[in-house]
C-alpha cells in the first residue's frame, strides 16, 4: 500500500539555524499538507499546497516557514531560522484530487530546537 | 467556540473488553468526520470516516463509529480490545467551507492491560 514518507525521522539544530524537512507524499495525490504537534498540545494545520501554490496557511506559518515541491516527488519544509519553539513533531499528507478531506500523513519528523 | 473535544484524556481496558472513544464537535453545520490513530514511532493512520449517508461506519482493524447528530457526538467503538490497539486516537473534522484543513481534537490515550 502506497504511504507517505518522511525524512529525517528525528532532526536536531541549533536556534538560529535553518532546517528543510521532507516529504515524499503518495505518488498520484496532488494535495499536500503540513502539520505539526508540540509535545502535548494538538495536531495543528500549517499549511495546504496545491499545483504549486499555498492554497491555505494558519497564523502559525509566518515568514519563517516556507514550503516548496522542488521536483515531481519531493515536497519541503523549511524553516529560515528556528526557534526553541519550533521543537514539534512535523507530520507531512497529501491527498488526491477531490478528496481533500481525506488525507495520508506520514510518520513524522521530530524537531528538537536546542 | 468552535472544537472538537475528547472528554477522556487516558482510558485503560482489559484486552478482549469492549472499547468506546468519545467525540464531541461543535460547529454550525455538520463536518466531515474522522478517526485517526497513532501508534508509537507511527504516524496518523485514518481509522475511519463519515461523509454521509448511513450513521454508522465501519473502519480499519474491527473499529467501528456512530453519528449522532443530536449529539454532536461520533463516538468510536470496538467489541473486543486488543493489545496491539494501545494507542493514541484522535477524532478529527473538516468544515464543508475549508476542505484543505483537518482539525484535530486532544486525542485520547489507550492503554490496553494483558
Known amino acids: 500500500e502506497p504511504e507517505v514518507t518522511q525524512t529525517p525521522s528525528h532532526q536536531v539544530t541549533q536556534m538560529g539555524q535553518e532546517v528543510i524537512l521532507r516529504c515524499v507524499p503518495i505518488s498520484n495525490h496532488l494535495y499536500f499538507y503540513w502539520y505539526r504537534q508540540i509535545l502535548g498540545q494538538k495536531v495543528e494545520f500549517l499549511v495546504s499546497?496545491?499545483?504549486?501554490?499555498?492554497?491555505?496557511k494558519s497564523e502559525i506559518f509566518d515568514d519563517q516557514f516556507s514550503v516548496e515541491r522542488p521536483d515531481g516527488s519531493n515536497f519541503t519544509l523549511k524553516i529560515r531560522s528556528t526557534k526553541l519553539e519550533d521543537s514539534a513533531m512535523y507530520f507531512c499528507?497529501?491527498?488526491?484530487?477531490?478528496?481533500?478531506?481525506?488525507?495520508?500523513f506520514g510518520p513524522g519528523t521530530r524537531l528538537t530546537v536546542t | 467556540a468552535q472544537s472538537v473535544t475528547q472528554p477522556d484524556i487516558h482510558i485503560t481496558v482489559s484486552e478482549g473488553a469492549s472499547l468506546e472513544l468519545r467525540c464531541n464537535y461543535s460547529y454550525g453545520a455538520t463536518p466531515y468526520l474522522f478517526w485517526y490513530v497513532q501508534s508509537p514511532g507511527q504516524g496518523l493512520q485514518l481509522l475511519l470516516k463519515?461523509?454521509?449517508?448511513?450513521?454508522l461506519v465501519q473502519g480499519i482493524k474491527g473499529f467501528e463509529a456512530e453519528f449522532k447528530r443530536s449529539q454532536s457526538s461520533f463516538n468510536l467503538r470496538k467489541p473486543s480490545v486488543h493489545w496491539s490497539d494501545a494507542a493514541e486516537y484522535f477524532c478529527a473534522v473538516v468544515l464543508k467551507t475549508s476542505y484543505d484543513k483537518v482539525i484535530f481534537g486532544p486525542g485520547t490515550s489507550l492503554s490496553v492491560i494483558p
Open positions: 499528507a497529501s491527498s488526491r484530487e477531490g478528496h481533500s478531506y481525506e488525507q495520508y
Open positions: 499546497f496545491y499545483n504549486n501554490e499555498i492554497s491555505e
Open positions: 463519515y461523509l454521509s449517508g448511513d450513521t
